[in-house]
């Protein structure tokens, strides 16, 4: 779970049994897709394909020699290991339910994932609109996604705009068009990634745990999640990560620290807060903050112009960040600093405002909602998201997942008045470093607007890290430190 944060909830019946369980993910890097850093790997499962799969099957998803894809990098591990790791998987999902119909549909999406980074655009001969270079790949990715060649070389070539009521077609250039590429690929392994959940979490449910109201049995929860990363090089993944941690931290001190410092004022001792830890809710203001912008607000502020580069986003930062004792400008190399709780690191915005502008191409989900694939149909289903809650078709019935009940506060042993208030006060915020609140509160991600700033992955974070922090609010936490 390096890459991505990983929530279990156990259930347990009257009789201390676990009954069954559920399984959340946060975070997941989508951009390891498409870009890896030097030295890194992409995902796994990759690399597992080309050594594990019979070569018919091979050469039915189009796999040939693994170093032609440009999606992965030049080291995808030892092709022993990853033989070993295939016939673990295969295993795993025969246990999980997977049927082999499903085993085919998943592994399909997973190669038009890689093929589509072979996909050439190069300029044509009308004004700035791109061409495909290699009319075969687009033929081998509509096969194997079982879609329209049509309409998806329109997904990927156009853009389409409404203006004033009346829409309007547009071409893309090159830039555009691999962008919308790069888009497509991140998206469709961020939906089988979900789906993967979805179908792990209906064969962990039980009939007993499905049939107890949410909150009114025991459970325990269990959060895996990346540590701080300090490279080499850091970029905006690495700020992701560590800013997730810094989240992470607050919330511990809240509930160690702060609240022994609590008891203490009430029994009348002096001590002061900084003999028991660094407060480090200064951190997450330099991020997270509204009026003025922090990092986050101004990153999507810089986002939304076509012409931003690494120098403006950075320029912006210096500007507006310049008497922020926990901001550090750095000279050269695009870089800035940030005095973490963990120590100073060093990020570098090349690349920031490609990963953080992450749109979906207008045209793809209406594209792979008519794919004749009925798992890449279900993905992109207008109600997806209704049935990943377990609120969609009847094969969906069994119970609702934890997607809607992170949004459900359990019911806490009863505590007097005094110390009612002094958990509302001690409380972490969904995001950010305020006191737990029902509304959204000035750290919290905006909703859904005509901005771009509320497309952006750095919005999705906020409002994923504020759906974890309110599943960590509502239990009684207890913390294992990793070194």
Request: glycine share 8%; with cysteine.
């Amino acid at each position: 779970s390096s890459r991505f944060g990983k929530f279990i909830d156990l259930r347990f019946g009257p009789q201390g049994t676990v009954t069954g369980a559920d399984m959340s993910h946060y975070l997941l890097e989508k951009a390891r897709i498409v870009m890896q850093g030097p030295g890194e790997r992409n995902y796994h499962i990759f690399g597992m394909m080309f050594t594990g799969l019979a070569l018919d099957h091979r050469n039915m998803y189009g796999l040939g020699d693994i170093s032609e894809f440009r999606y992965l990098p030049e080291d995808n591990g030892d092709p022993a290991e990853l033989k070993e790791l295939w016939v673990e998987l295969i295993e795993a999902l025969g246990s999980c339910g997977f049927t082999e119909n499903e085993q085919d549909e998943m592994f399909s999406v997973l190669a038009g994932v890689l093929h589509l980074g072979n996909l050439d655009f190069v300029d044509g001969d009308e004004g700035d609109a791109a061409v495909i270079d290699n009319v075969d790949r687009i033929e081998t990715i509509c096969r194997i996604l079982m879609v329209d060649e049509q309409n998806f070389k329109a997904a990927m070539m156009t853009a389409v705009l409404n203006m004033r009521g009346e829409i309007i077609t547009k071409k893309n250039n090159t830039a555009k068009c691999i962008s919308a590429r790069n888009a497509t690929a991140k998206a469709l392994y961020d939906k089988l990634f979900q789906w993967l959940v979805f179908k792990v979490n209906l064969t962990l449910r039980s009939p007993e745990s499905e049939s107890t109201a949410y909150g009114s049995s025991s459970s325990i929860g269990i959060l895996d999640i990346f540590g701080f990363e300090n490279f080499d090089q850091n970029g905006f993944d690495q700020m992701c990560i560590n800013l997730a941690n810094e989240q992470l931290h607050f919330f511990f001190n809240q509930h160690i620290f702060a609240a022994e410092l609590g008891s203490y004022a009430a029994e009348g001792l002096e001590l002061a807060a900084d003999t028991m830890f660094h407060d480090n809710k200064q951190v997450l203001d330099v991020f997270f903050r509204r009026n003025p912008p922090g990092i986050l607000g101004l990153l999507d502020e810089e986002s939304r112009f076509p012409k931003a580069t690494a120098a403006s986003l950075l320029n912006k930062f210096n500007k507006n960040l310049a008497d922020d004792d926990l901001f550090n400008e750095i000279k050269g190399n695009y870089a800035f600093g940030v005095s973490h709780y963990a120590g100073n690191i060093v990020y570098h915005t090349e690349g920031f405002l490609e990963k953080n502008t992450d749109p979906l191409p207008d045209l793809v989900p209406e594209t792979c909602e008519a794919s004749r694939s009925s798992l890449l149909r279900l993905m992109f289903a207008p109600n997806w998201e209704s049935i990943r809650a377990g609120n969609g078709s009847r094969e969906h019935e069994r119970g609702k997942s934890f997607f809607v009940k992170m949004f459900t506060t359990k019911k806490r042993p009863k505590q007097s008045r005094k110390s009612r208030k002094k958990s509302r006060k001690d409380a972490p915020d969904g995001v950010g470093g305020g006191g737990m609140r029902r509304s959204r509160g000035p750290s919290m991600a905006p909703g859904k607007k005509a901005d771009k700033s509320a497309n952006t992955v750095s919005a999705s974070f906020r409002v994923s890290l504020a759906m974890l922090m309110l599943r960590m609010g509502s239990c009684d936490p207890h913390f294992v430190r990793c070194i």
